[in-house]
Structure formats: structure tokens, C-alpha cells
């Protein structure tokens, strides 16, 4: 306030001095430093000449007339920007850049301020000649050859290098981004977890520019991908210590699994956009996380709506960031006989003042992309496609616009279409009525880590499903998968609980909560408040689907199962019950869900009878458990 008020006496004072026929005081006030929020990747590859697009927040980013400033001990390169619009620049490679680190600066008349140390790298690249009619070019090679047939895309047009691996794109820039469909039996560059397969245009189609990209040979015709549902990293709930159970749990499976390649796939939501400002966590913070957390681990990426920069209105410029950052919204790679794809069904309708609003749907240009990028894939490959939120719902019906017309593009193939979102995790196989199977993975950080915050070790999601991910064996075109819970063993499959031990009554679990969030409490938990004697056993069987095997026996008898619709009670115990206990009300959507078709329920003919309980996957894989009755329930006793 006091500089504003300064400058209003500045502006006085000039304006008496003029009208006095006086020449004005040299007295201007010059701010402190510039006002930058400009989200810059810590690794820029390229070479001289070469245009860099930079992604800035909230106004906060250069001006035309601004340079960039390189700093390294007592040398400075000066970069000149090229453009700047709403939210991105660009700025040239200067031909005195060398590997190395700089500090990137911008400098704005006699006034320079850091932004962030920046590792380039340099390279030294073949000669491609440019082609008229063509602003985006390249040469994809490996081991100093070109790669011929590789699939180049800007996420609007496609084509592929010829014989010397050289592409040539008409782009109108839209998406501001051109990527490479990874080919089989090669692997992209890797900066840390990120495999290297894009490049962010500066979006003006009158500028020529040009994206290379090394490959690697490997033999990954058999590998293993791990799908890694919602992690919703926010610096808060002790999130980041919780995270690191998973991670070392992920390390561990790693090393189990050496002799295949290994890569991993998110599905969106790996962070939480409300905090990226709150709580100085965003997708660089999250990055720098995966880094430090993964050694020689590629990680492929999906957009979630909680990946989205929602101070930015509507759906273009709220991936803006995600672009800058991660990764394209949508792109193709290949591994081995499976071609995956990776898509954004997060269609942004918020206006830029904080709301978060979205509809579930692809896009028209993404259903145009796609025909075009599977125009150049055999019908006899696995195809995996991803998005974040659901194509069907649990029941199998359609809940996201576009899905017949993607239901149409996938003729042919044997699909998999995995989601997360929902935090619960359920199974439709459509593979006889349309050859798709739908996996809808649970999440990484269960209830957005409330229930592993309330009680050590246990992260429950809201179908009571553990915290987890899936490990796919990918041979060849065969799909073959299992779930791992954090923390356990594979064979952790399923849980049951004893009815008659079952009181989820406010006296026992809400002790501190006043009559109103006593009452709410055993409203939400309605189901399980009154005591039973009828000697029921609830099995949760957290990855089923119609073709596992239940099997419950009593004294060498077979009991009969059948579904229940019902909220996990575990669940209501881990978090409900803490936030009303804490007089507090429940987050709605963090609620316990009412699973309609992992929760089975058998009767036992006496409250102290011993039940066999087995269950078998479709691969053959099995857990089992000798339930000894009367069996406690409390948190401690599931933790």
C-alpha cells in the first residue's frame, strides 16, 4: 500500500511540475523485482536455434521487449523471446548456449531476476533440410541412423519418417504440441521418470520449428506395466510419508521383476490442482517426487481433472501446464504387440474464478486422431487405452460422451480400457459383445489419504478396496494381471467380517461427536448400526469379476453366496467415523461407496462355527483364509 501511495505522490508531483512550466523530478519509482510465476522444466533439451515454449501463471510472465538472461559463474547468454501471449513464450536457443547449467533469468530493461537454475543439453544434430508447406520437422534416429515408419503426430495430423527417419508436419499448432508414437523394440530418451517423446510448439503456424528425438533399442516384447490409479499428491495428510509405502512397495516389485522391462502408467489425478498454490505442490513438485522416489523407471502419463489449472478458463488453457510439465493429454506409444493410447476425457466448462467444473467426454478431435493413429496399427495387437475418468459405469452402460464412437474405432481389437477416478474398483468385460474389457483401478492414495492419516496403515478406498495398483504381464498380445495392495501380499484378495461383532453405533465409534454429528454418523452408517445374531459373513473380494470362483464351506459343507449392495463397514469405522468423531462433516464424495458387485454375503449356521473361505482369480491364482468365529472388528484388528 505504501508503494502504491508513493506512486500516486510521484504521479502528483510530475503532473504540478508540468503545469508550472517546470522540467519534473528524475524521482520514478522502479519496482523491487518483476512479478513472475513461470513454470520452467529443470531439463530443456534442443539446440541452437531451436524456439523453447515456457508456460507462465496468473499474467506473471515476460513481456515483449524482455530477453532471457542465461547466468553461469561470471558468463551471460542473452536468449531473445520470440513471442509472448496469455499464458506461454518462446524464446531462441542462443548459438553460445553449451550443455551445462544455467540460471535461467529474465531480464526486463536494467532489471533481471532468477527464476530457476535450468540443466540444457545441447546437441550437435544431422542436417535436415526444411520443405516448403512444412513448419514442424524432424529426424527420429537411433544409434546415429534414422528410424524409418514411426508414427508422428501434432495431435491433429499424422505421418511417418521415411527411410531416413525425417518427418514433415502441416500444423496449425492447436495443441501446441507434436509427439512421436514410440515404436516397439525401442524406447525413448528418459529425463528421470519422463520418457522424452514430445515437444511443446511455440503455436504460431508461421514459425518452422523442429523436434528430434533419440531412440534406444531394447527388447521389450514381454514386459510388465504397472497401472497406478489416483495418487492426489498435495503436501497434506501426511500424504507424502504415506506415499512413500507405495513407493518403496513399487521399488520392491521392481527388483522382483528384473529379468522383463518394466514400465509404469498413471491414470490421472497425481496431483490436486486446489493445492498447487496452498500449498506450493504442483506437477513440477510431483515430478521432483517421482524422480527421487524411481531410478530407470519410465513412467507414461494421464491427464485427471485434478491435473487441470482451473484458474485458467476453459478446457484449452487449463492443460497448458500439464503440457508444459508432463506430457501431451493425449498420444500414442507402442511396447511389444500392445499399442497403448492415452487419452482425456476431462472436458474443462470452468470459467477461470476457481470453480471446477468438467464433463466426462472426449472430444471430437481426439475420436479424428485416433482413427488416424490406429490407421497405421494391426488389428492382431492388444490395444490398452486409458483415460481417467469412466467409459462405462459399474453396471456396463455408457458414461462419458463419445464412448460408441470409440466402441466403433476399437473394432477388431482385443481392448483394454483402463480408468480410475472413483476411487473403487470394479470390472466390466464386454469382451464377447464388443471385445473390450473395462478395469477400473482402485486408487494409490485410497480416500485421499484420510484413512491411512487416521490410522497408521490403513488405506482403505471408499469400496473398502486396499490402497494399491496392477501389475499387467504383458506376453506378447496376452494381458494378464493381478492387484497389489501397499504394503501386502498378492494373495490379499479379499476380507471378510463377522455380522454378529458388527456395531457401528455411535456410542462406540463417535464418543466425542455432538448429537448431531452422532446421529448424521449412524445415518451414514444405518446399515451396520444395529447388532445381528443371524450369523452372516461378509466377503469383500476386491478385483472380482463374473469369472472368479468363490468358495465357502462349513464343516465340509458348501454354503451358497450371494451380492449385497452395502457400504464397506471398515470404511465407515476409518473415515466417516473420524470426521464426525472430530465433529466435522464428512467430504461427500470421499463417502463410502455402495459397492453393487464385490461384496458377497453367506449365512453360518452357528456365531462360533469355523468357515473356509477361497477365492480364485481367472488366472488361477488363489487366497484363502480359515475365518475362526467370533472374529473382532475394530480398526486395529483390520489395520
Not at 548459438?95 to 530493461?109: D, S
Not at 513407493?247 to 498413471?266: G, V
Not at 498454490?277 to 510431483?286: E, I, P, T, V
Not at 464412437?405 to 464377447?432: F, P, Q, R
Request: hydrophobic fraction near 35%; glycine fraction near 6%.
Amino acid at each position: 500500500m505504501k508503494k502504491v501511495l508513493s506512486l500516486i505522490a510521484v504521479v502528483a508531483a510530475i503532473a504540478m511540475a508540468v503545469s508550472c512550466g517546470k522540467e519534473p523530478e528524475p524521482d520514478v519509482v522502479v519496482p523491487e523485482k518483476l512479478d513472475l510465476m513461470i513454470s520452467l522444466p529443470a531439463v530443456i533439451d534442443g539446440a541452437a536455434g531451436d524456439v523453447v515454449t515456457v508456460k507462465y501463471y496468473s499474467g506473471k510472465g515476460p513481456k515483449n521487449g524482455d530477453d532471457v538472461l542465461l547466468k553461469k559463474a561470471s558468463a551471460e547468454i542473452v536468449c531473445s523471446i520470440v513471442a509472448v501471449d496469455s499464458d506461454m513464450f518462446s524464446f531462441k536457443i542462443a548459438p553460445e548456449v553449451e550443455t551445462g547449467k544455467y540460471t535461467f533469468c529474465i531480464r526486463r530493461g536494467d532489471l533481471v531476476q532468477a527464476v530457476r537454475d535450468v540443466q540444457f543439453n545441447i546437441e550437435k544434430r544431422v542436417e535436415v533440410p526444411e520443405k516448403e508447406g512444412y513448419n514442424v520437422y524432424g529426424l527420429i534416429s537411433c544409434d546415429g541412423a534414422g528410424v524409418p515408419g514411426v508414427v508422428v503426430s501434432d495431435g491433429v495430423d499424422v505421418t511417418v519418417t521415411g527411410d531416413d527417419g525425417v518427418y514433415y508436419l502441416k500444423s496449425k499448432e492447436y495443441n501446441r504440441t507434436v509427439f512421436m508414437s514410440v515404436p516397439s523394440g525401442y524406447e525413448a530418451v528418459s529425463e528421470g521418470v519422463l520418457p522424452k517423446f514430445h515437444k511443446v510448439l511455440d503455436g504460431n503456424a508461421a514459425t518452422t520449428e523442429r523436434a528430434d528425438w533419440t531412440l534406444t533399442k531394447v527388447d521389450n516384447q514381454n514386459h510388465v506395466m504397472y497401472v497406478l490409479g489416483d495418487m492426489h499428491l498435495a503436501n497434506r495428510t501426511n500424504d507424502l510419508n504415506q506415499f512413500a509405502d507405495f513407493t518403496a512397495d513399487l521399488n520392491s516389485q521392481l527388483s522382483s521383476n528384473k529379468m522383463k522391462r518394466q514400465y509404469a502408467l498413471t491414470l490421472g489425478d497425481m496431483t490436486w490442482d486446489l493445492y498447487w498454490y496452498d500449498n506450493a505442490y504442483d506437477l513440477h513438485s510431483y515430478i521432483e517426487t517421482m524422480n527421487a522416489s524411481f531410478s530407470g523407471l519410465q513412467v507414461f502419463h494421464t491427464i485427471g481433472n485434478h491435473d487441470h489449472d482451473m484458474l485458467s478458463a476453459g478446457d484449452f488453457n487449463t492443460v497448458s501446464a500439464y503440457k508444459q510439465t508432463v506430457a501431451p493429454t493425449y498420444y500414442s506409444f507402442n511396447i511389444g504387440d500392445v499399442h497403448y493410447v492415452v487419452l482425456d476425457n476431462i472436458l474443462c466448462t470452468n470459467d477461470g474464478t476457481g470453480n471446477r467444473t468438467y464433463d466426462s467426454s472426449l472430444t471430437v478431435d481426439q475420436i479424428d486422431w485416433l482413427r488416424k493413429d490406429l490407421s497405421y496399427v494391426d488389428k492382431s495387437k492388444t490395444l490398452v487405452i486409458t483415460m481417467h475418468a469412466q467409459m462405462y459405469n459399474e453396471n456396463g452402460k455408457e458414461s462419458m460422451e463419445f464412448a460408441s464412437e470409440l466402441e466403433e474405432l476399437c473394432s477388431g481389437y482385443e481392448t483394454h480400457v483402463m480408468s480410475a477416478h472413483t476411487h473403487v474398483i470394479w470390472n466390466n468385460d464386454k469382451t464377447a459383445e464388443k471385445g473390450i474389457y473395462h478395469h477400473n483401478s482402485g486408487a494409490i492414495c485410497a480416500t485421499w489419504w484420510w484413512t491411512g492419516y487416521y490410522t497408521s496403515g490403513l488405506g482403505l478406498c471408499k469400496d473398502g478396496s486396499p490402497a494399491g495398483y496392477y501389475v499387467y504381464e504383458m506376453t506378447g498380445k496376452d494381458v494378464k494381471w493381478r492387484f497389489k495392495p501397499t504394503g501386502k501380499d498378492f494373495s490379499h484378495m479379499f476380507r471378510s467380517y463377522d455380522r454378529n461383532e458388527i456395531v457401528l453405533s455411535a456410542a462406540g465409534f463417535t464418543p466425542n461427536a455432538d448429537s448431531g454429528h452422532a446421529a448424521s454418523f449412524e445415518k451414514t452408517a444405518s446399515y451396520w448400526v444395529a447388532g445381528s445374531t443371524d450369523n452372516y459373513v461378509y466377503i469383500n473380494v476386491f478385483d472380482y469379476d463374473p469369472s472368479w470362483k468363490i468358495e465357502v464351506t462349513e464343516g465340509g459343507k458348501s454354503l451358497p453366496y450371494e451380492v449385497v449392495k452395502v457400504k464397506d463397514p471398515l470404511h465407515l469405522a476409518a473415515y466417516e467415523a473420524k470426521r464426525y468423531n472430530e465433529n466435522k462433516t464428512p467430504t461427500s464424495s470421499f463417502n463410502a461407496y455402495t459397492v453393487s458387485s464385490h461384496i458377497f454375503r453367506v449365512q453360518a449356521s452357528s456365531a462360533t462355527s469355523t468357515l473356509e473361505i477361497k477365492v480364485t482369480d481367472r488366472f488361477g491364482n488363489t487366497a484363502s483364509e480359515s475365518m475362526k468365529r467370533p472374529k473382532a472388528f475394530s480398526l486395529q484388528a483390520y489395520r
